[in-house]
C-alpha cells in the first residue's frame, strides 16, 4: 500500500529578505515521514573513496557528518552500486551489495544521526558508461557518446559497446536494486533515491537511442519508464514501514549535457506520472551541468520542476545552482520546488544552511578543491594547505 505524501509548502506565503533568517529555505518541510528543519538538500557526489572493494570509511563518515552539523536537512550519500558484477561505475566507488560495505554505511549514518541530520543513499547501476567492469551491460549495445571522466579510476578515453542484456540479466537488475534497499534500511540509512539520471542505467533505458529493445521495456516511453518504475515498486514492497523511496531523474547526461526529452511535456507527463504510480516519494530532478533555469525546463522552456510538482503531487527536490539566494528565494515562492539540492557548493560550504541563517556569503567553488583528486582525503589536504596545515 502507498503511504500518503505530505510536504509543507511556501507558495503563497509573503516575500521575506534573501538574506534573511525567514527565508524560505530555512522553513521546516517534510518528505513523506521525514520532517526537515529547512529545505536544504545535499546532492549525491561521487567522491571514490572507499576502500578497493566497495567499502565506506570513517572518512566518510566524518564527511557526511559535518553536512549534518553545517544545517543541511537531508543529505543524499553519493550512489553505491548495487551489484558486485556489474554494477559499479568507477574505481573505490563505495557499494552495498555485502556485509561489509553494509556494515561500513551504518558507521556513516550513525555519525550523521549522532550529529542531528537525516541521510539517504541513492542507488546506482552504471550500465554502459561503467569505467571498471570489462564487458557492461546495457538495454542495448550501443556504445556512449563521449569520453570516459577523468579522476574516477585509470581507465580513459571512449567507453566500448556495452552487451545487450537478456531478460534475466534485467531481473538481476532489479533484484541487486532491492536487496541494495534492504541493506540500506537495515544499515540504518532513513531512505534511498533510485538513480535514473545523467546517462547510467535506468536512464539508458529511459532514452531511446540508448534503447533499442521492444517492449516489454523498450518501444514506447511507458515501456522504457518501466523498469525505474518496477524497482521503486519492488523496494517498497520490500523495505519495512515508511521507509523513504524516491528517484533522480534528468535530461542531460554526464557525456551530453545538452540532451532534452525528445517530447517535452507529453514525455515528462507519462514519465512522472509512472514513477508516482509505483509508490516514489519525491521527485529529484537533476539539471547539474548548466544551472536550474537550462535543464530543469523543456527544450521550449516549460518548468518540468513545477510540472512534476503540479501533476504528480509528489514533493520536487530541484538541483542546479541552487546555493545562490536569490534563485532559491524565488524557486521555492513560486511553488516550482520544495527542496533545494545543492551539489559542488556543498563541497566548500558544508555549512550553507548556516550561512544563509546568519547572512554570512557562501565561499564560491572552486576546481582547485580537486586539486590533490576528488576523493575526499584529496579535498582535506586542499583544505588543509589553505589553513596552513602541516601536511603529512
Not at 557526511?64 to 568507477?90: H, K, M, N, S, V
Not at 517492449?215 to 521507509?243: H, M, Q, V, W
Not at 550553507?352 to 579535498?379: C, D, K, M, W
Amino acid at each position: 500500500m502507498k503511504s500518503t505524501v505530505s510536504w509543507t509548502t511556501t507558495e503563497g506565503l509573503p516575500p521575506v529578505s534573501v538574506h534573511s533568517p525567514t527565508h524560505p529555505a530555512l522553513r521546516p518541510g517534510v518528505l513523506q515521514n521525514l520532517t526537515l528543519p529547512n529545505r536544504y538538500v545535499v546532492a549525491p557526489m561521487s567522491r571514490a573513496s572507499a576502500t578497493d572493494n566497495g567499502v565506506p570509511t570513517e572518512a566518510m563518515a566524518h564527511y557526511y557528518a559535518r553536512f549534518a552539523t553545517g544545517g543541511f536537512g537531508l543529505i543524499i550519500a553519493e550512489g553505491a552500486y548495487t551489484d558486485p558484477c556489474y554494477a559499479q561505475a568507477y574505481g573505490n566507488q563505495p557499494g552495498l551489495c555485502t556485509d561489509a560495505q553494509q556494515a561500513g554505511w551504518k558507521v556513516v549514518t550513525e555519525a550523521v544521526h549522532r550529529a542531528g541530520g537525516r541521510i539517504i543513499l541513492q542507488l546506482i547501476h552504471a550500465g554502459a558508461v561503467s569505467q571498471v567492469v570489462n564487458t557492461p551491460h546495457a538495454p542495448s549495445a550501443v556504445r556512449p557518446m563521449g569520453k570516459m571522466l577523468d579522476g574516477y579510476g585509470p581507465n580513459r578515453g571512449p567507453y566500448g559497446t556495452p552487451t545487450e542484456m537478456s531478460a534475466q540479466d534485467i531481473r538481476d537488475v532489479k533484484a541487486g536494486f532491492v536487496q541494495a534497499a534492504v541493506r540500506a534500511q537495515s544499515a540504518g540509512f532513513d531512505g534511498v533515491e533510485v538513480h535514473c539520471a545523467n546517462g547510467y542505467l535506468l536512464d539508458q533505458f529511459l532514452t531511446p537511442e540508448t534503447n533499442l529493445r521492444d517492449a516489454p521495456y523498450g518501444g514506447s516511453i511507458e515501456n522504457r519508464i518501466r523498469l525505474t518504475a518496477e524497482i521503486i515498486t519492488d523496494i517498497r514492497a520490500a523495505t519495512a514501514g515508511d521507509f523513504l523511496t524516491g528517484v533522480r531523474l534528468s535530461q542531460a547526461k554526464a557525456t551530453q549535457p545538452d540532451y532534452f526529452w525528445q517530447g517535452g511535456l507529453a514525455d515528462a507527463a507519462r514519465i512522472f506520472s509512472a514513477v508516482a504510480e509505483a509508490g516514489a516519494g519525491f521527485i529529484h530532478f537533476a539539471s547539474e551541468k548548466k544551472g536550474y533555469a537550462y535543464h530543469s525546463s523543456t527544450s521550449d522552456g516549460e518548468s518540468l520542476c513545477h510540472f512534476a510538482r503540479a501533476t504528480t503531487g509528489l514533493p520536487v527536490i530541484a538541483n542546479g545552482g541552487l546555493q545562490d539566494p536569490d534563485l532559491a528565494h524565488d524557486v521555492l515562492t513560486r511553488g516550482e520546488a520544495d527542496f533545494l539540492a545543492i551539489g559542488k557548493a556543498a563541497m566548500n560550504n558544508p555549512d550553507l544552511p548556516n550561512r544563509l541563517a546568519t547572512g554570512r556569503q557562501p565561499e564560491a567553488f572552486t576546481y582547485e578543491l580537486f586539486s590533490y583528486g576528488v576523493s575526499i582525503e584529496g579535498q582535506a589536504k586542499w583544505e588543509g594547505e589553505r589553513r596552513g596545515l602541516p601536511q603529512s
